[in-house]
């Protein structure tokens, strides 16, 4: 038996919540957590390489319970979810789910959520770690929408890696083999009830299992590893490098409230031709006129592996500081330390040369494109 965690370390009181599978967690050993929506997540199991190179060769197992859902039900449901976001949602059919942006009235991103929609009027937003719920009541009082707005007991894990589709055919059955990149499909397991969807933060092929009754976490989790035993299954935490490597973002570090889509190339999440008005169209039609002032873009740092930055490390060109590194790691893969920096405009283009100031010293940095592997990303549509 692994020795729990001391969450001593971590939690006094009861204002942080924990998922249906913190027990299991701690049962197979968890080693560090994080809080992010108000709750505690599982950031580690082991060894932040050695988990990399599992999710690579093998399959993995995280709880993500953290990725709360805003569920928007009602008469109005589809226009508030419309309203909330630049992506055009009349196009996305039931049974499909979208990567969208919600935007505020001055085109800044107020959360980055992966967005599913269970019926004519029934939405999930899978949040990142922001109060999306507090914001989208205020929209929803503000215009005098007919929905009801909650955070239904939903709690995802995901099975990420090149076995994850053995693993979760298992579970499921056939219909694995056939849902498409971004859809999902209603169903129970030994009367658990779920939803899997074709999703994950990796790059890697990739599901998530949305346990809708939190009472069973246990149970889900451990029919999980049962079936993921014979592709050698491990739990472990999101893996930064995996992410970073294909050019996925972290709300929170890579954007914030202050930044737009254009800023953090994600201007791909704007529907230029979408007829519904939402909050922070004016905005963004501005900016998009003007150009952004700055923008995230991939770098390369030299010099000895870096371990992940706690702080985003400041940057200078030719000396004046002009940006920060807001994400980098060592690329095991790549054997050479890759990350975003936010720059101005001037600054962004691939061949520029940089200094990046981190706690081991000046290090030389050169912009590149991003994502750093698989920039059509066909590996997770496999």
Same mark, same amino acid.
């Given at each position: ?14 204002? =942080? $919540? ?7 967690? !701690? $049962? ?8 992010? +929506? ?14 990399? &190179? ?10 993500? *319970?953290?990725?709360? #859902?805003?569920?928007?039900?009602? @008469?109005? *449901?589809?226009?508030?979810? +419309? ?12 049974? #499909? ?8 009235? %001055? ?5 980055? @959520? ?33 929905? /009801? ?7 995802? =894990? !995901?099975? !990420? ?65 049962? *079936?993921?035993?014979?592709? +050698? ?9 995996? $992410? ?6 972290? &709300?929170?570090?890579?954007?914030? =409230?202050?930044? +737009? ?6 201007? /791909? ?7 519904? %008005? ?6 963004? $039609?501005?900016?998009?006129? *003007? ?61 520029? /040369? =940089? ?15 991003? @994502? ?11």
């Amino acid at each position: 038996m692994t020795t729990p965690f001391d969450m001593s370390l971590v939690q006094r009181g009861a204002r =942080l $919540r924990r998922t249906p599978f913190f027990d299991a967690t !701690q $049962r197979y050993g968890a080693k560090g957590y994080t809080v992010y +929506n108000h709750m505690l997540f599982p950031v580690r199991f082991g060894d932040f390489e050695e988990e990399y &190179w599992h999710l690579i060769h093998h399959v993995t197992l995280w709880d993500v *319970a953290v990725e709360r #859902q805003v569920e928007i039900t009602g @008469p109005d *449901a589809l226009k508030l979810a +419309n309203m909330l976001t630049p992506r055009d949602l009349s196009r996305c059919a039931v049974g #499909q789910g979208k990567y969208v942006v919600i935007t505020a009235e %001055d085109g800044g991103i107020v959360n980055d @959520p992966v967005l599913l929609r269970l019926g004519a009027d029934h939405f999930w937003l899978a949040l990142a770690d922001s109060d999306v719920l507090l914001w989208a009541r205020g929209v929803a009082l503000g215009k005098g929408l007919k929905v /009801r707005l909650c955070e239904p007991d939903v709690s995802p =894990l !995901q099975v !990420q890696g090149p076995k994850a589709r053995p693993v979760v055919e298992a579970l499921f059955g056939d219909r694995v083999s056939a849902l498409r990149y971004y859809h999902f499909f209603e169903t129970t397991l030994d009367g658990i009830p779920v939803l899997v969807t074709r999703t994950g933060w990796t790059g890697e092929v990739g599901y998530e299992i949305y346990l809708r009754d939190g009472s069973r976490g246990d149970e889900l989790w451990e029919r999980v590893m049962a *079936a993921g035993e014979p592709h +050698n299954i491990r739990p472990t935490g999101p893996s930064d490098i995996r $992410r970073i490597e294909a050019g996925i973002l972290n &709300w929170g570090a890579d954007m914030t =409230l202050e930044n +737009n889509v254009y800023e953090v190339g994600l201007e /791909r999440l704007v529907d230029d031709d979408k007829k519904d %008005d939402y909050i922070g169209r004016d905005a963004l $039609r501005r900016i998009r006129a *003007a150009g952004p002032r700055r923008k995230l873009v991939g770098v390369e740092i030299g010099g000895e592996p870096l371990e992940m930055n706690a702080t985003k490390w400041p940057v200078r060109k030719e000396g004046p500081l002009v940006g920060q590194i807001t994400s980098a790691v060592y690329s095991p893969r790549l054997t050479k330390n890759i990350g975003y920096a936010m720059l101005p405009a001037e600054s962004a283009p691939a061949g520029t /040369r =940089l200094t990046v100031v981190t706690p081991d010293g000046d290090r030389e940095a050169t912009v590149v494109p991003m @994502p750093f592997i698989d920039p059509e990303k066909e590996i997770p549509k496999t």
